[in-house]
């Protein structure tokens, strides 16, 4: 999953990313996941934001990558 999601987003720190993407990427990207996935055990939890001006961001510790956004 990890080699999967790094294709499309950016790897923050363990099972997190973020990244803009668009819906058709985001599809692929599920789509792909849901092969790899025991969908009885395994989760993907997306947080979409439409606007920048509603997304607010805070680091607590050593910033591991500087992007803006996250999803």
């Not at 363990?14 to 792909?32: A, D, H, P, R, Y």
Request: hydrophobic share 40%.
């Amino acid at each position: 999953m990890l080699k999967l999601c790094r294709k499309y987003l950016h790897w923050i720190q363990n099972s997190v990313f973020e990244g803009e993407i668009t819906e058709v990427k985001l599809k692929e990207l599920l789509s792909q996941a849901r092969i790899i996935m025991n969908l009885g055990e395994d989760s993907i939890i997306i947080f979409k934001s439409r606007d920048e001006k509603w997304l607010e961001k805070e680091v607590v510790g050593q910033e591991k990558n500087e992007l803006d956004n996250f999803i």
